[in-house]
């Protein structure tokens, strides 16, 4: 069996037009670190699964486009031989087949030696904490066990990359959340290279090194969570992380986050508004407010403040709390 090397990814001018004239994705550059955790986020349709595709090898991309793992050219490489794991939205297992089969099934095809693949199985039910259902059958599992199986199978052969496509979107609220955990840990221990699609921006906050905020085929920033949220290159990226709220000041747009802002006293503050709407959120409370220049605010403020729709109100925003656009401003602005 090949050894588990990570490896970094390099992408150059990779673009993607379907047979139908869809074009998923324009001529894209991109370079993943060998043992990074790098997200691709954004909309439903931007072209992450397309992407995550043409890195697998499971599509390829337009005439010029380069895919690099290392050093080595695998740009026509079929996926069985780029050992990498794939884990997916919809699970993609083998349904009447038992948890052990299904996470020996890539070792077999390897033709791993018995007793080696049944201490590597042993290992990964470990891990993912599913030895106590080895010999249940797919259609027998909940989601989250599912995905517990498809991850088990997909680093069991050691790949040297591992591509998830939106393995958490199926899951209800709370399993997500410890998924999430456990995938981030489990990454993280691996040391792997990993590709991890997701439209969800806390998701891609908890888990990327980096984000990839895609729009519409094309690359709207790659940074760091914080470089994203805090420093958005443009209106696209800082409208998709988080909430941004937009105010007139003395011929000039402030942009902040409604953490950043404050509720003061009518009169202070630098605009004035009514508060339309409040949100009580249990550790903290989100504000609605139209300003008198007929602006729409959210200001969020501790739990514990007394705050109620008609009231009056003045809105403070920390200076160091601005968001500046670090690329070319307004290109997409709402
Ligand atoms: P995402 O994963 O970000 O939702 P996709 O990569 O799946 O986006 O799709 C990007 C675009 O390419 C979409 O407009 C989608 O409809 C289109 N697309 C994806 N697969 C195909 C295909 N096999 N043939 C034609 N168009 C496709
Ligand atoms: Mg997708």
């Known amino acids: 069996m090949t050894s588990s090397t990570t490896t970094s990814i390099t992408i150059t001018s990779c673009a993607k037009t379907f047979a139908d004239g869809t074009r998923a994705l324009e001529p894209l550059d991109l370079s993943i670190q060998a043992g990074e955790t790098l997200v691709l986020l954004g909309p439903s349709g931007c072209g992450k699964t397309t992407l995550l595709r043409i890195i697998a090898g499971l599509e390829a991309p337009d005439r010029g486009g380069r895919v690099l793992f290392g050093e080595e050219d ?23 087949m038992t948890v052990w089969d299904n996470v020996a099934y890539g070792l077999k095809v390897r033709r791993m030696d018995k ?8 290992e990964m039910l470990a891990m993912m904490h599913i030895d106590a259902l080895a010999d249940r059958r797919i259609d027998q599992l909940s989601g989250g ?10 680093i069991a ?3 040297r990359v591992l591509l998830l496509d939106e393995p958490l979107t199926a899951l209800d609220a709370g399993l997500r959340d410890r998924l999430r955990g456990e995938i981030d840990a489990l990454l993280r221990s691996l040391g792997i290279t990993a590709v991890y699609v997701t439209h969800d921006q806390a998701e891609a906050m908890v888990l990327g090194d980096r984000i990839v905020v895609m729009s519409a085929g094309r690359i709207a920033q790659i940074g760091t ?3 994203i949220y805090h420093a958005p290159a443009n209106a696209f990226v800082a409208d998709f992380i988080g909430t941004t709220n937009r105010l007139r000041h003395k011929d000039a ?7 950043d802002a404050d509720l003061v006293p009518p009169g202070e503050g630098m605009a004035q508004g009514i508060i339309q ?5 249990g550790d903290r409370q989100r504000v609605h407010l ?4 007929g602006e729409a605010v959210i200001v969020e403020i501790g739990s514990r403040r007394r705050v109620a729709p008609g009231q009056r109100s003045g809105i403070a925003v920390r200076p160091e709390g601005m968001v500046h656009l670090s690329g070319n401003a307004e290109e997409s602005a709402a």
């Open 145 to 154: 066990q599912r995905q517990r199986v498809a991850l088990a199978r997909a």
């Open 115 to 122: 007793a080696a693949m049944k201490q590597r199985v042993e």
């Open 253 to 259: 747009t402030l942009v902040f986050r409604p953490e």
């Open 290 to 293: 139209h300003t008198d220049d």
């Open 277 to 281: 709407v409040v949100h009580f959120l």
């Open 74 to 96: 695998v740009t026509h490489l079929p996926i069985e031989r780029r050992n990498v794991g794939m884990v997916f939205q919809s699970y993609a297992l083998f349904p009447n």
């Open 225 to 227: 969570p914080r470089d």
């Open 157 to 159: 052969a050691r790949p």
